[in-house]
């Protein structure tokens, strides 16, 4: 990854979450130092479209900070980008990844074969749910 290209995930993430959702808790955490990082650039490749990380937490893979730009929702960035991070990790033999989602983000989780794991819990001061699939 570029740092250009570190720039425009972060603009991304920080445009969604910090500047549309009010999240006051640091965007970058140290679960970022190990992650891969997944992104769509526009054709220019000056802005993120849509992004998101994945990490091994305690063994077990995490998916985290997924956004999309306001510009381009309802496009199915979303659903394609998961796709594929699906397909990378069976490629390495993964068998489960977990999420924490935001609860206006389940529908688009139940689609793609992600079940519940738990009670609502606040996290950013947005309520979520934990979240796992099968892969």
């Given at each position: 990854?570029?740092?250009?290209e570190m720039f425009?995930?972060?603009?991304?993430?920080?445009?969604?979450?910090?500047?549309?959702?009010g999240i006051t808790?640091?965007e970058l955490d140290?679960?970022?130092?190990?992650?891969?990082?997944?992104?769509?650039?526009?054709?220019?490749?000056?802005?993120?479209?849509?992004?998101?990380?994945?990490?091994?937490?305690?063994?077990?893979?995490?998916?985290?900070?997924?956004?999309?730009?306001?510009?381009?929702?309802?496009?199915?960035?979303?659903?394609?980008?998961?796709?594929?991070?699906?397909?990378?990790?069976?490629?390495?033999?993964?068998?489960?990844?977990?999420?924490?989602?935001?609860?206006?983000?389940?529908?688009?989780?139940?689609?793609?074969?992600?079940?519940?794991?738990?009670?609502?819990?606040?996290?950013?001061?947005?309520?979520?749910?934990?979240?796992?699939?099968?892969?």
């Amino acid at each position: 990854m570029t740092g250009r290209e570190m720039f425009c995930v972060e603009r991304l993430r920080c445009d969604v979450f910090v500047t549309e959702q009010g999240i006051t808790l640091p965007e970058l955490d140290d679960d970022d130092l190990g992650a891969i990082q997944v992104y769509l650039l526009n054709q220019a490749k000056t802005i993120a479209l849509a992004t998101c990380r994945i990490f091994k937490k305690d063994g077990k893979w995490q998916l985290g900070r997924v956004a999309v730009a306001s510009t381009v929702r309802h496009h199915h960035l979303a659903t394609e980008m998961l796709q594929a991070v699906h397909s990378f990790l069976q490629e390495r033999k993964a068998k489960e990844i977990n999420c924490h989602a935001q609860l206006t983000a389940i529908p688009l989780y139940k689609k793609l074969g992600y079940e519940k794991r738990g009670p609502v819990f606040l996290e950013g001061g947005i309520k979520h749910v934990a979240m796992s699939k099968r892969l």
